[in-house]
Each structure stands twice: as C-alpha cells, then as structure tokens.
C-alpha cells in the first residue's frame, strides 16, 4: 500500500540530516548521535528493500535481514568504543569538542 | 503481524493517554499557591550549594557499555532459539562458541574488576 | 444452552457482538478491527489502572501482617477502602512544581513510568482465545519496554534539576539495565524449550510447566524481575536513608501518585509475565473448553508469584549497593550463560525421548548447576578477606533503660 | 490515501523533525531525548515494513542500551562546554548546502525510477516463519555462520576495548 519509494525518500532525507549533523557538530558525543541517525536510515533503507524482495520471491529473503543486523551489531560497537574514547579524551584533556582533539599524544 | 502492532500502537497512546489525562484533572482540581520556599529544590532543608548537573562515576558507563555488548549479543541469539528445532547439533555448536567467544570478554572484564562497584 | 455457551466466553462473545453491531451499522472491516482493538485496549488498561487500587490495599495489609501490624483497617471493613480514599486525597492535592524544572521531561516522566507498566498487558495471553495481542516477538517487546521504564526513571531524574534525583535515577537505572541481562538470558533459554517468541505460543506449548524444566531458570528471572522492578531488597534507589527519597522526590501531587501506581502495578504485572512464562498461564484442567477458567486459573498463579515477591519485600533487609551489583554480574549472569549453554546442548542431545525423562535430566542439571554455582560463590566468600574499616576500638554506646528514664527520645 | 499511508506520512514527519531537533538543539541532554523519538519513529516504520524482529531489537537495543548509555556518557562530560555557547561548526553554511544538494539529487534520482514506485504489499508469511528462516540462515554453515561468528568477535573487541579505554586506571579521582 506504502510506495517503496517512500520509505526511499524518508530514509534519504534522514540519512542527510544525519551527515549535517556528523559534520558541523562541535560535541564529539553530538557527532556520534548523529552517525547514529545515519545508521538508522540505511536501516530503513536495507529493510524497505527487504520487503520488496520477500513480496516478489514470495519466502522470506534473509541477505537483507542479516545485512540490517550487521549494522545494528556494528553501531553498537561503534558506539561503545566511541563513547569509551570521548570519556578517556575528557579525561585528559578536558575537552569533548571534536576539533580540538587534534594531537595523537595523550 | 500489521494487526499486531496496530493493537500494540493503540494501547500505547491508551497507555499515555490515561495518566495524562488523570494528571490533567488533579491539576484542575488542586489548589494552586506556590511560594518561594516551597517551590525551592528539596536538599533535605539545607540552602541548595553547586549546580545540580556533578559529575558521575565512570562506573556507570561501565556497566552500561557491557550491558549493551550482552543486549546485542543475547538479541541475535533469538533468532537462533527460535529456529532451534531445525538445526542441526552443529549450528548449536557455533552458537555455543558465539556465546562462548563473549565470555572471553567477560572474564577479561571480570579480572579487570570493572564488574565491582567501587 | 447459549447462555452457557456466553458465559463460558463473556469476552469473544462481546467482541462477536459488537462486530455484528458496527456490521449493521455499515462500518468497513477495517476500521471494525480498529474500533474493536480501541475498545479492547480502553478496556483493558483503565481496568489494569483500577486493579492497582486492590493491588495497594492488599500489599499494604499483607506487609502490615508480615510485620506483626495491623495495616489499614479504618475506612471500610478491613480497611477496604483506603486506597479509594488515598486516591480521593491525592487527587486533590496540590501540585508543587520546583523552579528550574526541565518542563518537557519532568512533565512526561511520570507518564511514562505508567505507561511502561501498562504496555506490558498488551502482549499476555488470558485464555486461549482472549488475549491482546498475539505479537511474534513478544519476548523482545517484554524487554524493550522494560527499557522505556528505565527511561521514565531518567526522565524523572534530569527534569527535577535535583542532585539527589539525578543521583537515584543514574542509580536505578544501572540497576535495570544490569538486571535486564540475566533475565534475557533465561527468556532465550525458555525460547528454546518453545520454539516461539511468542507469548501465547509459550503458553500454549507448556503440556508440562517450564518451571520443571527450568527450575534455576524461573528462580533467576524472579530475582531479576523483582530488582527490575526496584522492590525491596532491591530498593536501593529509593533509600530513604542515603538518597532522600530517589528519582521522584520532587514529584507531588498525583504526579507522585503516577510513580506509586507504576510500582504497585509493575510488581504484579511481571507475576503474570512469570506465571505466563514458567508456570504455564491460563493452562489448567478444563481451560481449553471453558476459556473463562483460564482466568481464572492465570489470576490465582500470578497472585501466588505476587504474594511471594511481597513476601520477600516484607521480611528481608536491603542490599548494598555493591552487593547488589555483585549478584547480578558475579553470580546471576554467569550462571545464566551456563545454563543456557547447558540447556541448548543436551536439548539437542534428548529431542524425542520421553517428556518425563526430559524433565528429569532437565532437573538433575539445574540442581546440578546451583550447587555448584554456590559451592563456587562461598569459596570465593572465605577466601576474600574482609576489609579492615578501622583498627581502633571504640567505646560502646550505653544501653539505658527506657523504663526508668523520663519520656525525652522517641 | 488510505490510512496506512496516513500513518507513514505521521510518522515520518514527526521522525524527520525530531532528526532537525537532534542535530540543530543547543542542549546535548535535549538532543539525545529527540533522538528517543527519532528512533521510536524508526522502530514504526520498521514494523510497518512487517520486520516485526527488527521493530523490537530497534526498541530493545537502540531506546534501551544505546540511548541511555549516550545518557550516562553526556553526564559523564558534562560541565566543559556549557549549554549556551554555539554548537556548530563555523562551516555550517557550506555544509547545509552541501547537504541539500546531495538530498535534492538523491530524491529527485528516486522518484525518477520505475522498480523503486512499486507497491509494497503486506507480506502473507507472518508470525515466527520468517524470524526461523532468519535463524536458520544466520547459522547455517553454507550462510552467514562466519559473519555471525565474526561478529561475535567485533563485539569482543568493543567489549574489552571500550572497558580498557574507559577504565579509570589511577582511580578515586571522579567521586
């Protein structure tokens, strides 16, 4: 009943304000909330294409749910060891903004 | 499963509904006289000192990050539970060394006594 | 003989009547589903909210029994109609909002503290045919919104602007999220004895109750489910001694009075989640003719499990906070795992044999693991040395004897 | 319009502009709420999309571990950049219109192709078959069982890395 093409634009206009955000974000934490937002729009997307597959093969298609749960996996990772960064970071250098993290040494 | 959920979706706005609305009318039916000192932070009858927002222990954190590896590691083991019936002993196997390859990591944690609350 | 047939399933029946009514009235099928499903889950939750009025007068007489009191006994026969009452005054009071609150989220908080508790009742199956409804991930659901609850608590804990919410808040919900872990783990073991996520399939596939199967099972999702619900022992976030009084302490007014429905209801709303997981629901002798003894029959169990986790609140002392965390992390999680690598091993081992035989070799392995479980965790216990607080003696506070002294303390 | 286009168009809004919310709000603990609803909005479209699976590992996982642990993260920085000073980058200009190009030239891409109109239909497999399938191809050697073991070790290493970066190894400095 839904266009597939809706969920298209949805996912696009997410994963935009996503990118606008993971770019001029100063917070390293903001950074990440917004990749987040990223990620969630490919999962709409790999989903939307899911559907579409399992409805014209008529059995559930797995490739598209196995991709989806490798991103799910991935951002959970990614966020742990981001956020887990940004603390050690803090905790040195007082400091979250993104652009003054700009040296290798602790 | 559409059904499902729209039984889900409706008992959820229910769900917010009914407090909001009861929170609504003992609103319009209390008495309404603020004063300074009883609208003031409650810190148990001394002067408020420091902004509310301190500082947390990294303990937190630390708790919260391996809940969440477990969370995602116990979510796609459903779809292994659930499909248990067909497989066969070797797709037990791997998902016991799935399990198993986490535990690795718990005990590393463990040692670390990032599990004992400081 | 129809009105047998009604009375032995009032609820399908309605339903069918209602259905043919909208069917007169011209109504397309899909907005009778819609409507159906509106009056159903109305019904439902103002029926969940108003049980917590028996709920309250119930527990608070049990508790007052269990400490040797008399509990309420004042308005009604045996202070039946307290909680009305409590209910009528709280309505009534006034609503003391702090300066400097975080509008949105302090507004909200106790909002969704209710409706975490009350989305519950939305997946658990009534009878065979009655239930909300039949979600094919119910079981993920049940944990999710076990997560929506830790953020109510948040909510509550940012939006008062108070240092002592925002310390209980953290607080509890570390103590959720710490919880949620072995409990997830011992739904993925039950999953595997059922084959399904879904609720009513559990039930449905329980000829012989989980709970012989999986005795440690049941008894670390109760430990779980009562610290999730932060009932004593588990209370630490409500300490009044240490924190004041926890996340709600600015609330008043029915606000508040949000936060102790929530409670109250979530203590027996996980009962029936456990009474429908391990004990077998609404399953009972004759309950597959009679749908309406499945009520019945789900009533009575979770107002056992209830009455058990009200028990343990009435009798024990509360944990510390490290204690607490040690028994989830240290002793409930890794006992989990193993029994959950247990259980999908030797399942596999014994598919097809005898159902009796599979109980048996189920119990022997649960005994099995808790023995050792223990053995492990009381060696730990004598070998760690006890931390010396201080070395210096101090001198006894003297007893007096109150009967001699003047009326002063008190 | 039928109403489950009205109840996709909703969500969607309400979606989008809590995503405007989360990236443009100068207060990081308000940014991190409004991702909750974005993600809540998510989860809707997940089970519109019939990945009832998905609809609540979107619940269980991202509302329940990873927004709260974002929370207990913006606690733990708080107090070095204060709410009121400006959250953006001074290349915020060039970067919107970066973006809106990129989204003007995706969705005028996508409405242009004949495959991505079709019609999605409810699916007639419900219940736990497809949640099996999923199962079965997760673990099925010929499948993805490496990936799933792999995966396995990403979390491993998150694990033991986020523990090891994160730990306070002189202590007793943060009360």
Known sequence: ?106 | MLNQWLYIGIFFIIAMFLPAVAIFLARLLSPKKPTKIKNSVYECGMETFDPTWIQFKIQYYLYGLIFLIFDVEIVFLFPFAVAYGNLALFAVVEAIIFILILLGGYLYVWRKDALTWQ | MKILEFLSDPIIGIENWIVQLLENWGVAPEWQTFIVYLIGAAILGTGALLFTLILIWAERKIIGRLQDRLGPNRVGPWGIFQPVADMLKIFIKEHIIPDEVDPIPYHLAPIISVASVLLLWSVVPFSDSVRGSNLNVALLFILGVGGLGELGVILAGWGSNNKYSMLAAFRASAQMISYEVPMAIVLLTSVILSGSMALGDIVKSQNIAYIFFLPLGAFIFFIASIAENGRAPFDLAEAESELVAGFNVEYSGLKFGMFYVADFLRAFTSAVIFSSIFLGGWRGPGAEQIPILGFVYLLIKSVIVWFLGVWIRGSLPRFRVDQMMAITWKFLTPLALALFIVVAFVTKLIEGTNQWLQVLIFLVINVALYVVGFAIVRKCEKEKERKVVSTKKRALAQPTNPFTQSETGG | MTPLQIVFILVSLVTILSAIFVVSLRKIFHAALWLIVTLMGVAIIFALLEASFFAAVQILVYIGAIAIILIFAIMLTRNIMSDDEIQINRSWGIVMLLVLIFAVIFISQLSSSAVISTTLVPLEFQGQESIIAFGEGLLDPAGYALPFELASLLLLGALVGGVYIAMDKKGGENK
């Not at chain 1, 989806?68 to 040195?92: K, M, N, P, T």
């Open chain 1, 1 to 106: 009943m839904i266009p597939l093409s809706w969920y298209l634009i949805l996912a696009a206009v997410l994963f935009s304000v996503g990118m606008f955000g993971a770019i001029s974000r100063k917070n390293a934490v903001a950074v990440l909330i917004s990749i987040e937002l990223m990620l969630n729009a490919v999962n709409i997307n790999i989903l939307a294409f899911w559907h579409y597959h399992s409805q014209s093969l008529g059995y559930t298609e797995i490739n598209g749910l196995v991709f989806a749960a490798v991103v799910i996996i991935a951002a959970a990772a990614e966020v742990a060891i981001g956020l887990a960064i940004i603390i050690a970071v803090y905790r040195l250098r007082k400091t979250v903004v993104a652009s003054d993290i700009n040296v290798l040494k602790g």
